[in-house]
Structure formats: C-alpha cells, structure tokens
C-alpha cells in the first residue's frame, strides 16, 4: 500500500527557506503513470496546489508561486522535496504532498493517496 | 487565472441528499474530481474523472458533471459526512497546473 510522509521544521522565520521532505513508501516515485505534488492549507482557507516532479524529473509549479519553489527528489531514497524561499506569515500553513495520478492523453489528474501533512508555521 | 466556484456551504437532515456543486470554464473539455477533508484529517480521494468512485468510497457517493458545472451527489447522508468537500480540475491553458476550488462545508443537521 502506497504511504506518504512530511517532515520538517514546523517552524521557521520570516525571509528564510521552508524545507520539507515527502518519503514515499510501497512504491517508486520514478515509474508509472504519476507524479509528485505538494499541495497546502492555511488555517480556515482552502486548499492550494504548489507544484509538481513527474518520474522524468521534470517540474511544473503554481504560477503564483514560481519564483520562490522549488521540488526536487532523491530516486534512491525514494524521497521528493520541496523548497519555498523568502516566506513570509501568509505561508504559514499544513503542507501535504500526494501522488498525482494521470491518464495517458487525458489532461489533469487526480491526487491519491494524500499524506498526513505537517504544520509550518512562519515567524521570528 | 483559473477558478473552480463552489458554494461556501450546504446543509441536509441525515438521510437527505446533498448536492455540491462545482463551476468552472473548463469543465466541458476537463474532468473534475473530488475530495472529503475532515479537521486534522488528510484529504480523501470520494469521486475522480467526473463520477468515477474509489475503492473503499460508499455508493451513496455519485458524482456527474454537465457543461461548465461538476457536481458531487450524496444520497442518504450520514453524520459522518460532514466535511469540507473540495472539487479539483486542471487549467486549461499551458501545461494543465491543477486547481481546487474554494471548498464546501456540508453541514449534517
């Protein structure tokens, strides 16, 4: 069975970096017809998708966050991360990474399974 | 940039259905899928490619879309289907970044 896990620091101050790690485990993050998301939920708002790595390696991200993300993996630790510069009390928030799951040449996708999701919380 | 346009909240009596809806431009050429999020709970896959239920998803659970509107059906609702329900479908334009909408409080009175 396909699990997913956050870590990281819960907390971290203004202008610096988020490091987060998503460890996927019962699967390989560099096969199938998949990719690698993480997706985030500030306290009382909705959900908001970050960005992505497929199994080729290859990244899309969140317009509005594009300029300070980063996602990358280790495919021998099975391990993808994300990084997000200068952040600031708006990304203070639950971050969850999940595994999109697509259709070849269907557009879009789908996230399954979800992991639980770690607090991050932005202050000095 | 694109907008999925769900109504804030729905409320039924158990045993009701409830019916959320789901809205956007690109819904005609794109699927759009389903989630249920309880407090402090990950989000749970209910409904994906338009009406298609996971495994392990009750059959009270539907889903259908129709135009430009997605909508995700319970039939019989149950006390533990209160939730925030979030609907998710991609932009249409580049290379199809995904999107969720606003989200839904179902209220079981």
């Known amino acids: 069975q396909l699990q997913l896990q956050e870590s990281g620091p819960g907390l971290v101050k203004p202008s610096q970096t988020l490091s987060l790690t998503c460890t996927v485990s019962g699967g390989s993050i560099s096969s199938g017809t998949y990719y690698w998301s993480w997706i985030r939920q500030p306290a009382g708002k909705g959900l908001e998708w970050i960005g992505r790595?497929?199994?080729?390696?290859?990244?899309d991200y969140n317009p509005s966050l594009k300029s300070r993300v980063s996602i990358f993996r280790d495919t021998s630790r099975n391990h993808f991360f994300l990084k997000l510069s200068a952040v600031t009390a708006a990304d203070t928030a639950v971050y969850y990474c999940?595994?999109?799951?697509?259709?070849?040449?269907?557009?879009?996708?789908?996230?399954?399974?979800w992991g639980q999701g770690t607090v991050v919380t932005v202050s000095s | 940039s694109y907008e999925l346009t769900q109504p804030p909240s729905v409320s039924v009596s158990p045993g009701q259905t409830a019916r959320i809806t789901c809205s956007g431009d690109?819904?005609?050429?794109?699927?759009v899928h389903w989630y249920q999020k309880k407090p402090g709970q990950a989000p749970v896959l209910v409904m994906y490619?338009?009406?298609e239920r996971p495994s392990g998803i009750p059959e009270r659970f539907s889903g259908s879309s129709s135009g430009t509107t997605g909508t995700l059906t319970i039939s019989g609702v149950q006390a533990e289907d209160e939730a925030d329900y979030y609907c998710q479908s991609a932009d249409s334009s580049g290379s199809y970044q995904e999107v969720f909408g606003g989200g839904t409080k179902l209220t079981v009175l």
């Open positions: 490619q338009d009406n």
């Open positions: 690109a819904l005609p050429k794109l699927y």
């Open positions: 999940a595994r999109g799951i697509s259709v070849f040449g269907v557009p879009g996708s789908w996230f399954d399974p």
């Open positions: 790595i497929y199994t080729s390696g290859s990244t």
